[in-house]
């Protein structure tokens, strides 16, 4: 009954440019899923919120030390949903919304962009959702983490997505079509 959700996490680390790069410099942080929250609210109704949340995420943010950015990719597991009320779960896993089926994964991939010591800043990418790509825009708040130093810190992204772009009507006398969503995101140095 509710719609989409999107992804995750946020920011990472570039070095100071030299004029070569060196393939050791270049950070990668991981998604620690164990640590992480991926929640969502939508309204019903027009008054009620109803709120489920995803189990299963991984990410990776990879840097490029050269160009002072930072990509960003995520995947969530669309039957790892979970809410109050079991039919609501089977209604998000039908062919009228997620399509678990035949989509199992929902994805999310950042544009480059630059750290610049702002502990606030905005996310633009892409988020591919039932086989449709969408641009998408998150806001992230890293608080004091300086993801440059390559080190465990916290992050969250928040934000807001329209259901109907990715082929979600159905329900729209009874659901919204805005879904928000929330990660609260723990990121680790990269196992390789």
Request: charged fraction near 25%; include cysteine.
């Amino acid at each position: 009954m509710l719609a989409p959700l999107m992804l995750v996490l946020a920011s990472a680390s570039g070095g100071a440019g030299a004029d070569t790069v060196d393939a050791d410099m270049a950070t990668a942080l991981q998604l620690d899923s164990r640590n992480t929250q991926v929640e969502f609210e939508i309204a019903a109704l027009w008054i009620l919120r109803r709120h489920g949340q995803f189990t299963e995420v991984e990410g990776r943010i990879d840097s490029d030390p050269a160009a002072g950015t930072a990509v960003i990719t995520v995947r969530i597991r669309v039957d790892s949903v979970r809410m109050k009320d079991p039919d609501h779960v089977r209604l998000l896993l039908s062919p009228e919304f997620f399509d678990a089926a035949r989509h199992p994964w929902i994805e999310f991939r950042s544009e480059p962009f630059a750290i610049d010591g702002k502990s606030q800043a905005s996310l633009p990418g892409s988020l591919s959702l039932r086989g449709v790509t969408r641009k998408v825009r998150f806001d992230i708040d890293r608080g004091h983490c300086d993801l440059r130093a390559g080190t465990a810190c916290e992050v969250v992204v928040d934000g807001s997505l329209k259901r109907s772009r990715f082929g979600m009507t159905e329900y729209r006398r009874t659901l919204a079509d805005k879904v928000h969503l929330k990660i609260a995101a723990r990121v680790a140095p990269a196992i390789e």
